[in-house]
Structures are given as C-alpha cells and as structure tokens.
T-cell receptor, first 116, second 113 residues
Framework: GAGVSQSPRYKVAKRGQDVALRCDPISGHVSLFWYQQALGQGPEFLTYFQNEAQLDKSGLPSDRFFAERPEGSVSTLKIQRTQQEDSAVYLC??????????????FGQGTRLTVV | GDSVTQMEGPVTLSEEAFLTINCTYTATGYPSLFWYVQYPGEGLQLLLK?????DKGSNKGFEATYRKETTSFHLEKGSVQVSDSAVYFC????????????FGSGTQLTVLP
C-alpha cells in the first residue's frame, strides 16, 4: 500500500486477555517504531527496529509488552494479560533509512485498544 | 532526559486570525525539531521540520524557527483556515544516540468560519 497500515483499527479486550497488533510499514522502509498514545497526550516511544533487529526497547512499560519484526517488514506488538492502563492508541511509524536527524517518519492511523 | 513542552489547548480562532502555538524543549546534543499534525480520523503527518539552529521550517503557510538560545520552536500562521482545524504536536528527534521522536502533549486547534 501507499502508507503505513495498522490492524485492527479498534480492539476491545477483556482484562487479562492477550492481544496482537499488526503494522505493515511502507515497502522498503528500514526503520520501524511503535508508540503509545494515551488520551489527550502525545505519543510515547515504545520500541524501535532496524530491519529485523530490535535496537531499542527501552520504552516498553513492562515485560507484558513484546514486539517482533522477524523478516524486517511486518511487525507485531503483543500485549499479554492486558490491564486497564494499557488502554491507548498504539501507533506504528516507519522511515526509509536508518532513522536519523533528517529522516521523516510516516505514521499509521493507529490501533485504539480499550481494555474492559 | 529529552522533553517537549507545548502550549496547552484547546485553541479556538476565527478564520483568518493569526496563530501561534508555543513549543519549548530540553535535549542533549543537537536535535532536529518537528511539527506534526493530526487531522480528524487520520494519522500523524509531518507538517514541517528544522534540523539546526536558526533554520526555518515552512509548509502550507505555517512556519517555525529553531531558536537554540531560547530552546523554542513556536508554530505560526498568518491567516488560519477552517481546514487547519486539527491537533498539532511539537517533537524533537535525533538527540544523542536516540532515534525516536519525543513529542509534546499536543494542541487542539479549532478554526471557526
């Protein structure tokens, strides 16, 4: 596709349920980021991939959060045993080269996760 | 650590009014500065950027100047339109070894006809 695609767009999970959120970056983009955006706040960094390598996962809030990008394209963010505080919009972004000062990041529309 | 502080919203203006959204930052190294915009129902889009001190980014009538001495990157537009109604995010990136963007909390702009 022409842009970053995320699915599902909306997800309602019962507390304790596991969820998997998918990101299809722009074809050929090397860098991929996941962000978490709480209501009324700016996005906060979760993790970063360069191709299939996860180079930074310092923003993952707990060991219940796990991300992978096994073939260097599609990425999945998995949240185990969801809790109410996990409710947020999860954004994926990709960029063409190794992310640096001048590299524009392209964002998907996000997945809105609601934990009930 | 790095941080971005944005003018709190929401901001409501009449069409053709002058817009300023304040943004200040704290960062190590020499970051690049960005403004992203989020229109209703859409993803974040890059509006403009500046990569070094005194650079001016501009796009769609919006401007922002990278002011290192005041650590600021205020967004301005001389005459807003209804179609500018959106949420605006100031962000910094490329500070030190970090590759991710650090965002402000966003400012909701509503322009009335």
């Amino acid at each position: 596709g022409a842009g970053v695609s995320q699915s599902p767009r909306y997800k309602v999970a019962k507390r304790g349920q596991d969820v998997a959120l998918r990101c299809d970056p722009i074809s050929g983009h090397v860098s991929l980021f996941w962000y978490q955006q709480a209501l009324g706040q700016g996005p906060e960094f979760l993790t970063y991939f360069q191709n299939e390598a996860q180079l930074d996962k310092s923003g993952l809030p707990s060991d219940r959060f796990f991300a992978e990008r096994p073939e260097g394209s599609v990425s999945t963010l998995k949240i185990q045993r969801t809790q109410q505080e996990d409710s947020a919009v999860y954004l994926c972004a990709s960029s063409f080269r190794d992310a640096g000062t001048n590299t524009e990041a392209f964002f998907g529309q996000g997945t809105r996760l609601t934990v009930v | 650590g790095d941080s971005v502080t944005q003018m709190e919203g929401p901001v409501t203006l009449s069409e053709e009014a002058f817009l300023t959204i304040n943004c200040t930052y704290t960062a190590t190294g020499y970051p690049s500065l960005f403004w992203y915009v989020q229109y209703p129902g859409e993803g974040l889009q890059l509006l403009l950027k500046a990569t070094k001190a005194d650079d001016k980014g501009s796009n769609k009538g919006f401007e922002a100047t990278y002011r290192k001495e005041t650590t600021s990157f205020h967004l301005e537009k001389g005459s807003v339109q209804v179609s500018d109604s959106a949420v605006y995010f100031c962000a910094l990136g490329g500070s030190g070894s970090a590759r991710q963007l650090t965002f402000g909390s966003g400012t909701q702009l509503t322009v009335l006809p």
